[in-house]
């Protein structure tokens, strides 16, 4: 009977180690990252405060072309 009940408890402490059957996040590193960066503290805005940090929010005033400033 020990030994049953010895053999129960270290499965179960065995299957608390070893963690989810399924894994919760994606096995792709980039996904991965965006999946922990919504879920970790629910920061999900911030990507829109990064961007909003470095300023990278702002209209892009320069144009694709060359213009001349004076008048032809």
């Keep these: 009977?020990?030994?049953f009940v010895l053999a129960v408890i270290s499965c179960l402490l065995l299957t608390m180690a070893v963690g989810c059957v399924v894994?919760?996040?994606s096995a792709d590193p980039d996904r991965r990252v965006q999946q922990l960066i919504y879920t970790s503290e629910n920061l999900?805005?911030?990507l829109d405060e990064?961007?909003?940090a470095w300023m990278l929010d702002h209209p892009?005033?320069?144009t694709p072309y060359?213009?001349?400033g004076g008048i032809i």
């Design 66 to 68: 060359r213009t001349h």
């Design 50 to 52: 990064w961007e909003r």
């Design 60 to 62: 892009d005033h320069m």
């Design 44 to 46: 999900r805005l911030l």
């Design 23 to 25: 894994p919760i996040y």
């Design 1 to 3: 009977m020990q030994k």
